[in-house]
């Protein structure tokens, strides 16, 4: 199990949300922008209503994009030069030690024999003879509420 970023989506998303925010009316004139940092997304605008417009046009190309909203870690809006508004948001990518220990005990809480799981720098490895085992796994880990997407990698047939 990882979790990963695909950064040429994230990309494609900021800039189809910039191309939007460039040609929709109710944006013009109010000094709105978006910027893609390295693990950041930065959002400006004149006022919080324009920022709040703003942040739900990313979440809709993110969606469209199939990337999970759960990326996205929402700061708090800011006060910022020439009375504007600005609003980051960060980019939460691999599994942190505290959501890979959350995820061993949901693993053994399912009593699964022969399963076992480990982790591996920022990724959660999980091994089991049976594959109805390991799709078990899987398929639990997706009903749970996890803070983070998980992607199921490396899934042998």
């Known amino acids: ?20 925010v460039t040609t929709r009316f109710d944006f013009k004139n109010t000094g709105s922008d978006i910027e893609l940092g390295k ?25 469209r994009r199939k990337l999970s909203l759960k990326i996205l870690d929402w700061g708090r809006v800011e006060e910022a030069a020439g009375s ?5 948001a960060g980019l939460r990518a691999g599994i942190s030690s505290d959501t890979a220990r959350d995820l061993h005990k949901r693993i053994k809480g399912l009593g699964l024999k022969g399963i076992q799981s480990q982790t591996q720098a920022d990724s959660v490895r999980v091994t089991g003879k049976k594959r109805d085992d390991l799709q078990a796994v899987i398929a639990a880990l997706k009903e749970a509420e996890v803070d983070l997407p998980l992607q199921f990698k490396n899934f042998r047939d």
């Open 1 to 20: 199990m990882v979790s990963e970023v695909d950064e040429q989506e994230v990309r494609n998303a900021v800039d189809q949300a910039r191309r939007e």
């Open 39 to 63: 693990e950041e997304i930065t959002l400006r605008s004149g006022t919080e209503d324009r920022l709040a417009a703003l942040r739900q046009v990313v979440e809709e190309k993110f969606v």
């Open 84 to 88: 504007t508004v600005r609003q980051e």
